[in-house]
């Protein structure tokens, strides 16, 4: 299957490696594969952090969290957010989605730091299934075929969407202790989520977590999904600041949905967060309510760079025509 | 819900000592957090068990697990033939929103795996211990049993874990 080529940022190498990655990489590996998966390079030491590991890499850019001393080139660190854990930050406008799962999955799986992603936006409308979603059952695949929109199977559980430039993608990735007395399964993790969104959405729209859902009152703007490895978690969210009414129309009703969507149709069901919130206002206040709980220091994806290519190969990829034709011929039989 | 899933537990707990073969005694222990933990079985920290009987060892997610992870809806597995490593992940079960990794207990190499959890999932809520088994292994390293916790250890490891949280 085709899929447009990214945009963006020709100059990172993480990128070019997730891309390759894709074209490269056959059935991916289950977690038993013994594949050597070295930790990413350990990042400058954070200021607030006097015990982190040799530099190995260098920033590239200034990082917002330091002051530079006037005459020297002495950094002066920070020192307000002292005793909270630390957590990286990245954030993006429009990068490709697929590649946003190939660099949370690597973090996950390669990184013992904690990260929040912000991705404003993805490039082109894309179906993205959970890991065991079956094509057939979720979308209208004869239209998905006829209109070329790109299917991507990810490596997180939940359910399917369809996301494009009007979606937000807000992401936690965290060491299991880095939430004090949050222990590391579905529910826990989704209580903890909902209640840093809380902070942001305070006051507006009636927002609470419903099931597993983000919701104004009973109409759905965000999707949830995990995973979980022995000492690692990640919950990312989709976030329908916008959408586009026609693209509903490649998903069937799932077989599996929430009691409180109560058998609505997909417009009937979901809302947008543009009527709530402005869009930066939205990925501003996430950020603030994630400082409350940890030190965050902004990073630029430069400064993570793989060892090699070959050395961890993400899961998530994009469907083929032919897995696609094959599961409507199946569904059809 | 602690109450329900106490009660299903034991009946499961009975269910098991009476289908046991009878030179197989298990008998079960009530942990206060009313996750059932079996004896006879050896536990990892991250809460799989493992049964140990002759060449080869049986290996399931325990009750603990099954009750904090939710309603499971698809399960992961290795193939017959592939080799597992102890505390390594072998599979994943996918639960609620999540796909959780499954880490086997010991080493070896896998020489079954139960078929029955593809069709139905629910098995490893239901039956933790029994139907709801994983994989069968042939043991590389027997003596990896040994670093293992027995039931009392991982009933009190269990109070602790929900405890501190």
Not at chain 1, 116 to 127: A, E, F, L, R
Not at chain 1, 150 to 160: A, E, M, S, Y
Not at chain 2, 14 to 26: A, D, E, F, Q
Not at chain 2, 45 to 62: C, F, L, Y
Request: some cysteine; glycine content about 6%.
């Amino acid at each position: 299957r085709h899929h447009s080529q990214p945009a963006i940022v020709p100059q990172l190498h993480l990128l070019q490696t997730a891309t390759a990655f894709s074209r490269s990489c056959s059935r991916p590996p289950l977690p038993s594969s013994p594949a050597i998966v070295p930790p990413l390079p350990s990042l400058p030491p954070h200021p607030a952090d006097h015990s982190s590991s040799l530099l190995h890499q260098q920033l590239g850019k200034e990082n917002p969290t330091w002051n530079s001393g006037s005459d020297s080139k002495m950094l002066i660190p920070q020192t307000k957010n002292i005793g909270l854990p630390l957590m990286n930050l990245m954030r993006f406008k429009g990068l490709p989605i697929l590649q946003q799962l190939h660099i949370e999955e690597q973090l996950l799986r390669t990184s013992s730091e904690n990260w929040c992603i912000v991705n404003d936006g993805t490039n082109d409308p894309t179906i993205v299934i959970g890991v065991s979603g079956k094509p057939a059952e979720l979308l209208e695949i004869e239209s998905v075929l006829d209109d070329q929109v790109p299917v991507i199977r990810r490596f997180t559980g939940g359910g399917t969407v369809i996301v494009d430039h009007g979606t937000v993608f807000v992401t936690f990735i965290c060491n299991k202790e880095a939430v004090p007395n949050l222990q590391p399964y579905p529910r826990p993790i989704m209580s903890w989520s909902s209640s840093l969104y809380s902070k942001v959405f305070q006051g507006i729209g009636d927002f609470h977590l419903r099931e597993n859902d983000y919701v104004f009152g009973n109409h759905k703007f965000g999707g949830n999904a995990q995973s979980i490895t022995k000492n690692r978690w990640i919950h990312h969210t989709s976030f329908l600041w916008d959408f586009n009414v026609q693209n509903m129309s490649y998903l069937k009703h799932p077989k599996r949905a929430p009691a409180y969507r109560s058998a609505r149709s997909h417009l009937d069901f979901i809302c947008r967060m543009k009527d709530y919130m402005p869009r930066s206002t939205f990925m501003d206040k996430t950020v603030e309510a994630t400082e409350t709980q940890f030190s965050l220091r902004p990073i630029q994806l430069e400064a993570i760079r793989t060892c090699s290519e070959a050395e961890f190969c993400p899961s998530s990829r994009f469907l083929t025509n032919e897995e696609l034709d094959a599961a409507a011929v199946a569904l059809q039989s | 819900m602690a109450l329900r899933m106490w009660a299903s537990s034991t009946a499961n707990a009975l269910k098991i000592s009476c289908s046991s073969k009878p030179n197989v005694s298990l008998a079960f222990s009530l942990s206060r957090c009313f996750s059932t933990v079996l004896d006879g079985l050896k536990y990892a920290n991250s809460h799989e068990w493992v049964k140990h009987e002759g060449p080869v060892a049986t290996i399931g997610i325990t009750d603990h697990a099954q009750d904090h992870l939710g309603e499971v809806v698809f399960v992961e597995l290795p193939e017959q033939g592939g080799s597992v490593s102890q505390g390594k992940g072998f599979g994943a079960v996918e639960s609620v929103k999540a796909t959780s990794d499954i880490n086997s207990p010991i080493s070896g190499e896998v020489v079954e795996v139960n078929s029955k959890l593809s069709e139905t999932p629910g098995l490893i809520n239901s039956s933790p211990y029994e139907d709801g088994w994983m994989i069968k292994v042939k043991p590389s390293s027997p003596s990896e049993l040994e670093s293992l916790m027995g039931p009392k250890e991982y009933t009190k490891f269990c109070e602790e874990e929900d405890a501190s949280h």
